[in-house]
C-alpha cells in the first residue's frame, strides 16, 4: 500500500516523512512516481493505521467556506499480490480524497498562499474533468499530462 499527497503540483509521500516524489513515465508510457515506498499490510487495522498517519501528514487550512480545509489532493493506494509471489500485481484498489474546488468569490479577500492553493486545485480539478470527458468521446485524446493528480490517476483512464 501507498499513501501519496497531490499539493501546489507537487507530490509527496505521506507515509515517509513527507518525502518529495517524481512522476516519470517508462517506456511503455506507464507512469511511475519515483521514491513512493510501498508498505506491506497484513490486517484492516495496519491498513486504518496507515489512512490515520497519511491523513495527520495531509496539507490543511483555514478558508474563507471552513475552517479546516483539505488543501491537497490523496491517493492511497492496495496492490493485491500473492504471497508466493510478491512481484506480481493481481488488483490495486485506490482511495482518492480531492481536495475541494474554490469559487473565486470566496478567496479574493484571502491571503496569497491561499490564492495560489485554490488556483492550483481548480487546475487539476480542471484536467480531471476534461480527462473524464475525453474517455466518452471515441478515440479522444486523453490531457492526463496537465496535472500531476490525472499523472497520478492515469491508470484509472487507460488500460495497462
Known amino acids: 500500500r501507498t ?14 516523512n513527507k518525502a518529495k516524489l517524481r512522476i516519470l513515465e517508462d517506456g511503455k508510457q506507464q507512469v511511475q512516481v519515483v521514491g513512493l515506498e510501498e508498505k506491506v499490510v497484513n490486517n484492516v487495522q495496519e491498513v486504518l493505521g496507515f489512512i490515520q498517519k497519511g491523513n495527520q501528514a495531509r496539507t490543511s487550512g483555514q478558508t474563507f467556506a ?18 508466493n509471489n510478491m512481484s506480481k500485481i493481481h488488483g490495486k484498489f485506490s482511495l482518492i480524497d480531492l481536495a475541494g474546488n474554490e469559487r473565486g468569490a470566496d478567496t479574493s479577500s484571502a491571503n496569497r498562499q491561499t490564492r495560489m492553493e485554490g488556483a492550483e486545485i481548480n487546475k487539476s ?11 466518452g468521446r471515441k478515440g479522444a485524446h486523453l490531457p492526463f499530462r496537465v496535472s500531476k493528480l490525472t499523472q497520478v490517476g492515469k491508470c484509472h483512464f487507460v488500460k495497462s
Open 3 to 16: 499513501y501519496q499527497n497531490i499539493f501546489l503540483g507537487k507530490v509527496f509521500d505521506l507515509l515517509n
Open 66 to 83: 471552513n475552517n479546516n480545509s483539505s488543501r491537497s489532493h490523496a491517493v492511497f493506494q492496495i496492490y493485491l499480490r500473492s504471497n
Open 125 to 135: 480539478l480542471l484536467a480531471l474533468k476534461e480527462c473524464i470527458r475525453a474517455l
